[in-house]
């Protein structure tokens, strides 16, 4: 039985990966956990483009984080507020709700888009980290469609019809690769004065290949994959411009009405209030056991997170590596409430996996690598799996199974967002 | 087989019940249907208020209109644009995409909020007509809740907890209701500073009585059922101020941050653009063949449209007005191209339906009157029936089913719309 009169008091910023398998590691601990987040759900991102490109509901992708949290006792409070800075020293963290003193406390706010110094294209440009930019995305690339139909100038509808997506990492290929479906199988029966196989996709790249973490045969693998579904992939390309009508990329210009951006991530940025080392995304440096270095009760998890893996390299800002860091960082508070020492985070790649179009995907998992079908089962079965909510993993299975046989997609609307770009969508 | 060369162009104007049944009606008829809507989609509006209750999602209760026509082949195009106005003389409909000539034309744009002449409170207290109004409702419904559960002050706290809804017609009913269903059932266990049955629900209404298309007897049950799950009628209520921090009701000041109305509806704007008969609300005189006296080839039908039934009185701005109208009026334009005379709208009440919180309703079935949870099954049933598309029908179905056996609800996510009022939900 401790003897402390008080619970030590455990606060975790955003309900992400990271955060949430800190709190559920810290299940039965002797402490009090306030949890902080600007949104009252937790989003499973790794399916954020099929919300983008019209095939899932947000509510088949998210959950209330109070809801997911409902049978954890020791959860004392959620709230839905934004957290504005750290005092390290004084122990408190400041939101708009107010202070907030802690005796441990866990980062997990993850990242957000950068335009690398362009801050001015994120509004033609838009990136896919939450479920308000799904729901925009899908705004703009069905409005997309709606107008090609409607309109009577050639060339405007020549850039309705042209889609861009701009980075060649595993979002950017599973955006174009979905917008390849949409145009070649989804639609394709339903528009009178179009024909969506008019559709140009293209992703640009800047490095000599796409996937770069995945072995090279595969990323050759998921090009002839998006070839098949109509998207042309040009690596070694810079995008050097990006304005309300279109793109500058490898010194040529394309005129595109819908320009998506999954080219690059900064850490969000709460480490900047912080008086401790970043690195140059603005990532926080934490020790083997997750916890900074100076402050040995702060503990940063995910996409905030630095530390560099076995091979030298920092571990990537994926969704297992913020999975297994939270809950390393939740067992180590519990160790230390015990006076138990804390471990060293290692990390077990359990497999990268891509998805492309309909029915295919890459698969590296332990060495062992899968194209095409077969992958895509693979993924279909270990994304369902790690989906939150036995209610959300049968509703998924569901649309999915509808969708493929049906050659339909489950949330084709247009609602208006905040984003509201044209008068005509209202 | 047809002598003329070219076949009669009908255009539709909206693909609400009406619109659509029309269409349908034209099934392999031989003319050429345009369809226009400014929205892409169709939307089943009876259950409307459960997306604005956090029940169902979006895609749940609309399906894009290209994909419902999908089948049928004299369906010549389906523009997603705005009617701006008509032209009876030179048959033209003018819209945001051009004019658009017809030789039939038939308007279905339905009913918009009216908020006798205050439109200054619109942005107080929004109304539920489409899949955004609910969004919204949604938005602002949950934000409250969060928001109460981070506030320190008591005053601001009883306001957020503090719901008013205007209207004590089926529509504000069914809102009040779930409202209280929310507070009682969904989220009871789920906050840990507030407690959600502190909630307390007004449900204003100007007259003696709420219901007035129901049976008194119906009428006196609903109050009841309300009642239990947390709702306060007041009858004889006028409600003379509306602002952004509550409501005057009664001569009293309700301070509320959650104000929804349901209390008034006018035609939509389009028939104020042609040389027709209205009455005060906007709705347009049509015969009893639903055409327009002075123009034969215009078509009204739904809550555009104004005709006395048998008993001298109006026909009601319900879905089943609108659906059989639709249906005449397809009939009735076939009957023109084919020389045959059109026919008078009879209209078969099947029954008036209001559902109440988790498994109460009422039900008035030519006569038949039942209250109580076997209302609530025939009220299910037929909902389910006719919502448009099977798999919908699964996905509500389902979504209802685990939703009651859980006490959950399945949408209940905070995402950031156009309306955005406060700054913390980004």
């Keep these: ?59 088949d992708i998210a959950k209330p984080i109070r809801s997911i949290l409902r049978g954890q006792d020791n959860v004392r409070a959620v709230l839905m507020t934004e957290a504005l800075s750290v005092d390290p020293t004084e122990q408190i963290l400041h939101t708009d709700a107010g202070p907030i003193p802690y005796d441990y406390l866990v980062l997990a706010t993850g990242a957000r888009h950068s335009y690398f110094g362009r801050d001015d294209w994120e509004p033609y440009a838009p990136g896919l980290k939450t479920l308000e930019d799904a729901l925009e995305i899908r705004r703009r690339v069905l409005s997309a469609f709606e107008e090609a139909e409607r309109t009577e100038d050639d060339t405007e509808r020549d850039r309705l019809l042209t889609f861009v997506v701009i980075g060649g990492g595993p979002t950017g290929v599973e ?57 042309q992939v040009r690596t070694d390309t810079f995008v050097t411009e990006v304005d309300d009508a279109g793109v500058v990329a490898g010194d040529r210009r394309f005129e595109a009405a819908t320009v998506l951006w999954a080219a690059g991530v900064a850490a969000s940025g709460i480490g900047k209030t912080m008086d401790v080392e970043l690195d140059r995304a603005g990532r926080i440096l934490v020790q083997p056991d997750l916890s900074i270095a100076t402050y040995p009760n702060i503990f940063v998890v995910g996409d905030l997170a630095v530390l560099d893996g076995p091979d030298g390299k920092p571990y990537p800002g994926v969704a297992q590596v913020a999975m297994q860091q939270g809950r390393l960082a939740g067992a180590n508070i519990r ?19 891509a998805t492309i179009g309909r029915n295919r995907a890459i698969a590296d998992i332990r060495g062992f690598r899968l194209a095409g079908f077969g992958a895509w089962l693979v993924w279909l079965w270990i994304h369902i799996f790690f989906l939150i909510g036995f209610q959300n993993r049968l509703r998924v299975a569901f649309q999915w199974a509808w969708s493929y046989f049906r050659f339909d997609r489950g949330a084709r609307l247009i609602t208006s967002t905040g984003y509201d770009r044209t008068k005509e969508i209202v």
């Design 335 to 353: 160790r230390r409430t015990a006076g138990q020492p804390a471990q060293a985070f290692h990390y077990q790649d359990k497999g990268n996996l």
């Design 1 to 59: 039985m401790s003897t402390s009169t008080r619970q030590p008091r455990v606060v975790v910023v955003g309900a992400g990966f990271g955060g949430l398998r800190a709190i559920q590691a810290l299940k039965n601990a002797p402490v009090q956990i306030i949890v902080v987040d600007r949104r009252n759900h937790h989003t499973f991102q790794p399916l954020l483009y099929q919300v983008a490109t019209a095939s899932l509901s947000p509510a």
């Design 175 to 231: 955006l174009a690769g979905a917008l390849g479906e949409i145009s070649r199988y989804t639609l394709a029966r339903e528009f009178d004065r179009i024909d969506p196989t008019w559709a140009r996709i293209f992703l640009f790249e800047a490095a000599p290949r796409i996937l770069p973490s995945f072995p090279e045969s595969l990323a050759r693998k998921a090009t002839t994959y998006l070839n098949q579904v109509g998207v």
